[in-house]
């Protein structure tokens, strides 16, 4: 079998509503869709993270892998990737991440030739029904959804989850650089969702030491599961660690560092980020034997998301659940896609492979998007247009 040609499409996935992070509005995702093609008729299909790593794969990657035999990994990655080393000191690494998108859809070849979906190829299932959280967060109101602007609105959402979709995970963002806020809405989740609902928090580092500080110690009375990224350094969640028994998370996946320093205690990472599959594997035993926590990332389509759940049904060590916008996405690229949770949970697919498809009509609705207005802007402050948001907002 050889490879004989790779599809990128770029496409836009927009939410519901646009929901504010540390870096302004976010208002949805550009992604690359990747299809790898052989000489026997098999197609792999992969995501890139962000669209501006499909133009890498079709400048530098495609270009390398034409007539590779996509079921040696190690000689399709040889061709195309540099050392990690090297480019993690050249800040050229972007053709890591580009690969990682492709070697996803190696391992969808994989699985289709073996005629296994690929949690069987990975060594069997440990569990099938995988856990993800709800998601809140301030969120503007459009075309009649979000409109989440208060501590009220926030609980009032979060107890229709519960209530429509049995979940009792919830992670969120409560970042308006108001330390006042966040507590008083801590405060109103955890009296309306009762005492066993799990509370995550995620501050896309908007805190200085000194307010996370103060923000941990009042909320921690209220159970929090864990915090992403309080503050924007692993030292300074090492400082902060000497006053808050509260888990840490990052999307940062420097290990040696996290173990070194004693925070953060999570990681929480897109597979083409760390480099592909077989690397996250690899990322994921090493935070096995340090002690480390890992789950997955969110604000992924459907591609991505099937890997998250056949790598999570295979490998022990993930216990807590992912992170996921699946509610308000109001589309995909997969037939039947966005997946959906329903009591804290997302069934494994069963197909060969991934265990997904394309929805052509889709591709063309989204690419068609993606050409017609560009990549979607994740840093944009409606309040102070034309300039970038600096750290900390408090």
């Given at each position: 079998m050889k490879i004989t040609n790779i599809r990128v499409t770029h496409v836009n996935v927009p939410l519901d509503a646009p929901f504010w992070w540390t870096a302004g509005l976010y208002s949805g995702a550009s992604k690359s869709i990747i299809e790898v093609e052989t000489d026997e008729g098999v197609v792999g299909l992969g995501e890139a993270p962000w669209w501006h790593f499909g133009e890498v794969i079709k400048a530098e990657i495609a270009p390398a892998l034409i007539g590779a035999d996509p079921l040696d990994i190690a000689d399709c990655e040889a061709r195309c990737v540099p050392p990690w080393q090297i480019t993690a000191n050249t800040g050229e690494n972007a053709a890591s991440v580009a690969f990682g998108a492709v070697e996803l859809a190696l391992w969808d070849i994989r699985g289709k030739v073996f005629g296994m979906p690929l949690y069987k190829v990975l060594g069997g299932a440990v569990r099938k029904d995988i856990p993800f959280s709800e998601y809140f967060s301030f969120r503007a109101a459009q075309g009649g959804t979000g409109g989440e602007m208060t501590s009220e609105a926030i609980v009032d959402y979060c107890l229709k989850m519960r209530e429509e979709h049995g979940s009792t995970i919830f992670e969120g963002k409560l970042i308006m650089g108001d330390p006042e806020l966040e507590i008083r809405t801590v405060r109103m989740l955890r009296e309306a969702l009762g005492d066993k609902a799990q509370i995550r928090l995620d501050s896309n580092m908007q805190w200085s030491l000194t307010t996370a500080r103060w923000v941990l110690r009042e909320i921690e009375p209220?159970?929090?599961?864990?915090?992403?990224?309080?503050?924007?350094?692993?030292?300074?969640?090492?400082?902060?660690?000497?006053?808050?028994?509260?888990p840490f998370s990052t999307h940062?996946?420097?290990?040696?560092?996290?173990?070194?320093?004693?925070?953060?205690?999570?990681?929480?990472?897109?597979?083409?980020?760390?480099?592909?599959?077989?690397?996250?594997l690899k990322f994921i035993a090493a935070c096995e034997a340090m002690g480390k926590g890992f789950w997955c990332y969110s604000n992924d389509l459907g591609i991505m998301t099937s890997a998250y759940l056949h790598v999570v049904a295979a490998t022990p060590w993930v216990t807590e659940a992912s992170q996921s916008l699946f509610r308000w996405q109001i589309g995909d690229v997969i037939k039947d896609g966005p997946f959906r949770q329903t009591g804290n949970t997302v069934r494994v697919p069963e197909g060969n492979g991934l265990g997904v498809e394309l929805d052509p009509a889709a591709i063309k609705r989204w690419a068609g998007h993606?050409?017609?207005?560009?990549?979607?802007?994740?840093?944009?402050?409606p309040n102070n247009p034309g300039r970038y948001r600096?750290?900390?907002?408090n």
């Open positions: 209220f159970n929090i599961r864990n915090y992403e990224d309080p503050v924007a350094t692993f030292e300074e969640m090492a400082a902060l660690r000497q006053h808050s028994r509260i940062i996946p420097d290990l040696r560092r996290a173990v070194a320093l004693g925070a953060p205690d999570y990681f929480v990472c897109n597979f083409a980020a760390l480099g592909g599959l077989s690397k996250t993606f050409a017609e207005h560009g990549p979607m802007g994740h840093f944009s402050d600096r750290l900390p907002l």
